[in-house]
């Protein structure tokens, strides 16, 4: 398994510019997740799904779109892309599992990250 | 939604012990307690998970008072490898649709020769 991939690692934008960041997940996971990462800072969730064709807001939508036409791919795209959406974007999947006698619980698996640079 | 405080820093050396306290005072009855580790420019990776008592595996134990207010990631003889963030998160999708991760500013643990 590759787990969770995402192309590219690397990009300059010029301000005003679009552009999709990719994430693709082998591991059937019906939940995906879309994250950005400032510089010494916490992941902030963008966008999440919870299966195919449905997907939800986080705590910071603005600016973003996204996708879910399958189960593997959740693409995140900027439309107009801004200064203040320099920054590290990990794109993430998980699943529920239980074990005996306890809540459902979920772990997430990260892929390595899309640095973003809008100039 | 359960918010979590945890140190922003912390500081240990080779061989060591290491005990990372997370406050989540509150935390719902269904909610598990999971710990991420994250290295310079990659994404998070999981460490370990746990509802009450004691969990343990192959890289670190997790201690979980009674009330589940609080918890402790025990790291075991620290490598210089170990240098990294660690996230705690409290809650995940089986809380509910309205589950939003906060993954916070972690605490950065950073381990001397």
């Known amino acids: 398994n590759a787990g969770v991939t995402q192309t590219p690692k690397f990009r300059i934008l010029k301000i005003g510019q679009s552009m999709t960041l990719q994430c693709t997940q082998d591991m059937n996971h019906n939940y995906m997740y879309w994250y950005r990462q400032d510089p010494g800072m916490g992941l902030k969730l963008i966008y999440y799904?919870?299966?195919?064709?449905?997907?939800d807001k986080g705590e910071v939508p603005n600016g973003y779109n996204v996708s879910r036409s399958t189960t593997e791919d959740f693409p995140l795209r900027l439309e107009l892309a801004a200064p203040s959406q320099t920054s590290v974007y990990f794109c993430?999947?998980?699943?529920?599992?239980?074990?005996?006698?306890?809540?459902?619980?979920?772990?997430?698996?990260f892929g390595p990250g899309t640095r973003l640079l809008v100039l | 939604l359960a918010k979590t405080t945890q140190p922003i820093s912390m500081d240990s050396y080779e061989g060591q012990e290491v005990n990372i306290t997370c406050s989540h005072n509150?935390?719902?009855?269904?909610?598990?307690i999971t710990w991420y580790q994250q290295f310079p420019s990659q994404g998070p990776r999981f460490i370990i998970q746990?509802?009450?008592t004691k969990v343990t595996n192959e890289v670190a134990s997790l201690f979980i008072p009674a009330d589940r207010k609080s918890s402790t990631l025990s790291l075991p003889r620290v490598s210089l490898s170990d240098t990294a963030v660690y996230y705690c998160l409290v809650g995940d999708r089986a809380s509910g649709g309205s589950y939003i991760p906060t993954f916070g500013r972690g605490t950065s643990l950073i381990v001397h020769p």
């Open positions: 746990g509802y009450k």
């Open positions: 509150n935390i719902a009855t269904n909610d598990y």
């Open positions: 993430a999947s998980s699943y529920l599992h239980r074990d005996r006698g306890l809540p459902y619980r979920e772990t997430q698996y």
């Open positions: 799904s919870v299966g195919a064709g449905i997907t």
